[in-house]
């Protein structure tokens, strides 16, 4: 029940709140220390000189061209590495004494993770930061697809390694399970578990399997019994590993597997 909770509400507002949470307490950065790649837009402003003003494209090949010093390589520097790369160029050049330049990024679009799955917007987004983490990457997306994606998240390292995500320990505030992601991450949330319930419950259909749910637990979300029904007399067709099916008695106390099907019967008595 908790977990349904928690998922439910990661679902609508409570991204920016797990965000905010999971800040809490971490020194912020003096300078975000986001690497330059092609296809980053630079806004570049030189105080009292406006002619070097304006905006400039980093190239396929990492540079960009500004006025006066011509061609900068600037691929995987900070934005204040790049100050003080074009402060150097004008000082050197003989244009100007004490340069006073400020480099922003207004188009992030070297680094890319894609997020996919059961989000409200899958796609390529970009990273604005080296520290942009799962959680932001989830709010980029929109979030989670209500009552549909599951409360796990696999993230596939641009290397081919494989991360297994907690969403419920990451909306609790837990790091371990928010990791800062790359360039060519991708981070997929599948589809929730589901199981089936049918026979003598009030609320016979298909439901969302939680984390090590019961059988007792199944037929509460189920609606609970009917008068005619009995938790003793429960059975299970399940898929074994080789695709067949399989049915047999079960427990109150036993806990589910994905696509289970109940099947509760009536009491002998």
């Not at 540079?63 to 150097?88: H, N, W, Y």
């Not at 992030?108 to 796609?123: C, D, F, T």
Request: hydrophobic share 40%; net charge positive.
């Amino acid at each position: 029940m908790r977990t349904e909770r928690i998922l439910r509400t990661l679902r609508t507002w409570s991204i920016a709140t797990a965000i905010a949470v999971l800040q809490a307490g971490t020194p912020a950065h003096a300078a975000d220390d986001y690497r330059l790649g092609a296809g980053d837009l630079l806004h570049i402003s030189v105080y009292g000189s406006p002619d070097l003003t304006g905006d400039v494209r980093v190239s396929e090949s990492g540079a960009i061209t500004c006025p006066l010093i011509g061609s900068v390589p600037v691929a995987k520097l900070s934005t204040d590495q790049v100050e003080a790369a074009l402060a150097e160029r004008y000082v050197q050049g003989g244009f100007l004494r004490q340069p006073q330049i400020s480099v922003l990024v207004t188009e992030y679009r070297s680094q890319q993770v894609a997020v996919l799955g059961l989000v409200a917007k899958p796609g390529q987004y970009a990273l604005r930061s080296s520290t942009s983490t799962v959680l932001d990457m989830l709010a980029e997306a929109g979030g989670l697809v209500p009552e549909s994606a599951g409360d796990r998240a696999t993230l596939v390292r641009a290397d081919g390694k494989r991360v297994e995500l907690n969403l419920d320990a990451l909306l609790q505030g837990d790091p371990q399970q928010n990791p800062r992601l790359a360039g060519g991450d991708r981070l997929f949330v599948p589809r929730a578990q589901q199981f089936y319930i049918y026979g003598q419950v009030q609320k016979p259909g298909v439901y969302r399997l939680e984390h090590d749910m019961t059988v007792s637990r199944a037929i509460t979300v189920g609606g609970g019994l009917t008068p005619r029904g009995s938790e003793r007399r429960v059975v299970v067709k399940r898929r074994a590993q080789d695709g067949s099916e399989k049915r047999k008695s079960i427990k109150p106390s036993d806990v589910l597997q994905a696509d289970d099907v109940l099947y509760i019967k009536e009491s002998l008595f």
